[in-house]
């Protein structure tokens, strides 16, 4: 059976899985124990997961299967970060923590254009749902680390006024090869924009018009 480790997990036990032979482990709650006596990790506060899904203590394992072990997102992993901020987004705030088994980190920076369909956009103006934009950024980067193996993430947006030219998004995740982080990140950005409630009013000329994200290319 293995065992897939992330973040601090990972960092602690000095690599990104662990194989272990079933044997007496039945549950979740098992392997829970297990890892806590004879790995010396401390799982108590973590999310499990098999085949993408969530499981819980009374899951029954089984020998082929994987399990990945998932810190706590926010607040629990330093590594981690969502935010939601009025300020200018200044990417030398957000510097990463190299370590020697991440071989790739990505950084997208979505940059808010002058221009959209044809039309001059003299501003823009930002606005979300917080509490459920930050859920949903919580919920898409936990399936996402588990399914490309990804270390962190490490995602800002920027509502109120954003003039033309200045960043409005920007988003960091690190992994151990660059194939995972490079199609992690095009997966986020598409889900982002289709689940995280999020609306953009663009200002022209002639009027002004209000965007969510769902519909923005």
Request: proline share 3%; hydrophobic share 35%; with cysteine.
């Amino acid at each position: 059976m293995i065992i897939k480790l992330f973040a601090s997990l990972k960092e602690k036990y000095g690599s990104n899985k662990i194989v272990i032979e079933k044997d007496n482990l039945k549950n979740i709650n098992d392997l829970k124990k297990h890892l806590e006596e004879n790995y010396k990790l401390d799982v108590n506060n973590c999310m499990f997961a098999c085949n993408l899904e969530y499981v819980d203590e009374k899951f029954l394992l089984e020998s082929e299967h994987e399990i990945s072990i998932i810190p706590p997102v926010s607040g629990g992993d330093s590594n981690d970060l969502i935010e939601i901020i009025e300020d200018e987004i200044v990417p030398e705030n957000y510097k990463s923590k190299i370590t020697t088994y991440n071989g790739a980190e990505l950084t997208f920076l979505g940059i808010s254009r002058d221009t959209n369909d044809g039309k001059k956009v003299l501003s823009l103006f930002y606005e979300c749902f917080e509490e459920m934009a930050i859920s949903e950024i919580r919920k898409l980067t936990i399936s996402l680390k588990t399914k490309y193996s990804i270390d962190y993430f490490k995602v800002i947006h920027r509502i109120g006024e954003v003039p033309p030219g200045e960043l409005s998004l920007l988003v960091k995740i690190a992994s151990e090869h660059r194939k995972q982080s490079l199609e992690c990140m095009t997966e986020f950005l598409d889900i982002f924009k289709e689940k995280v409630p999020i609306w953009k009013k663009e200002n022209y000329k002639d009027g002004s018009n209000w965007l969510w994200y769902k519909f923005i290319r």
